[in-house]
DNA sequence: AACAGACTGTTTGACAGCAGATGATTTTCG
DNA sequence: CGAAAATCATCTGCTGTCAAACAGTCTGTT
């Protein structure tokens, strides 16, 4: 501690003293900044976490509605429309109606949305990294765990 | 696994299986979802994350300025006014000049505004066994931790 | 066939977060 | 002392997300 000597008494780390150890309401504000600045960091590599995702996904599971992508990506049907937008203009998805139920579209990956792709998962790592350097591999691995934990839960009790 | 047997191919549960056991960009999302979760739940019992946690914090470590609230809880200078606005009005919080230094304010919590944290902790755990149903014990102890890590790591990073 | 209800994609309005600027005040330093 | 830099609270403009309303389409029932 006292690492900073500045003004008055900052340097209080009320945060940290409150919610170690013990959930608590602040655990809203901690995953808000940790998604925050894990995005930030992310965009900054050209792609946002968003279209690369929905890359990502396509390019999994082959082509799907904007509906089945924002369930699954947790990301908000309206925004899914400017993602999905921003992919169709840089050609690196196609939308075309689904003949079989024309409210869908079937969102396609293209090639050029393939190559997007593995370049932007190249850069994956140094990202990962950088943003969760304060943990251990061992402790990113539970990290990860809990949360799909809590979001299986969630898809499975709001369905 | 399809417990909904919906239209076409809902259930493809894509999310987990991208997720589970590795750290990925995904988790991006995995704390924004748990975040907002948390959060609408909360602002559903009447009072904001915002100001539950500014109430708990003055009420913990005592009178404080806005600057250091907005820092310990991750809550922007901009919006944290408007917090203040809101407890100052409903007589929450007082709003006084530092003496020692007329720029910045000793926000102070009321006998009003304890009445008002006590109430909503007490919704507390209902809400925390809600949300996080699906962990146990010892893993929301783990989530906390591996989290306030992050933002220890993050609150020194960028200084 | 006709109607009610549900689903998909889109638009709109409200709000949080961020960056930058401002006014009042304090601190630092020549 | 007095000027320059820093700090606190506030405001404004911008971006991105969420919630609600909307139009077009499909499904099921009568």
């Given at each position: 501690?006292?690492?900073?000597?500045?003004?008055?008494?900052?340097?209080?780390?009320?945060?940290?003293?409150?919610?170690?150890?013990?959930?608590?309401i602040?655990?809203?504000?901690?995953?808000?900044?940790?998604?925050?600045?894990?995005?930030?960091?992310?965009?900054?590599?050209?792609?946002?976490?968003?279209?690369?995702?929905?890359?990502?996904?396509?390019?999994?599971?082959?082509?799907?509605?904007?509906?089945?992508?924002?369930?699954?990506?947790?990301?908000?049907?309206?925004v899914?429309?400017g993602?999905?937008?921003?992919?169709?203009k840089?050609?690196?998805?196609?939308?075309?109606?689904?003949?079989?139920?024309?409210?869908?579209?079937?969102?396609?990956?293209?090639?050029?949305?393939?190559?997007?792709?593995?370049?932007?998962?190249?850069?994956i790592?140094?990202?990962l990294?950088?943003?969760?350097?304060?943990?251990?591999?061992?402790e990113?691995?539970?990290?990860?765990?809990?949360?799909?934990?809590?979001?299986?839960?969630?898809?499975?009790?709001?369905?």
């Amino acid at each position: 501690m006292a690492t900073t000597t500045r003004t008055t008494d900052r340097g209080t780390a009320y945060f940290p003293r409150l919610a170690a150890e013990r959930l608590d309401i602040a655990l809203c504000r901690a995953s808000a900044t940790v998604a925050r600045a894990a995005d930030a960091h992310a965009t900054e590599e050209g792609l946002g976490v968003g279209q690369h995702l929905v890359l990502q996904m396509l390019d999994a599971i082959g082509p799907c509605s904007q509906q089945t992508l924002s369930e699954e990506l947790r990301i908000d049907r309206s925004v899914m429309v400017g993602i999905c937008d921003d992919l169709e203009k840089a050609d690196h998805v196609r939308r075309e109606r689904n003949p079989r139920d024309r409210r869908s579209y079937a969102v396609t990956i293209t090639d050029s949305g393939r190559r997007r792709l593995s370049q932007a998962q190249a850069l994956i790592p140094a990202f990962l990294e950088d943003t969760f350097q304060a943990l251990t591999p061992a402790e990113r691995g539970q990290l990860s765990a809990l949360l799909t934990k809590l979001l299986r839960a969630d898809a499975s009790g709001s369905h």
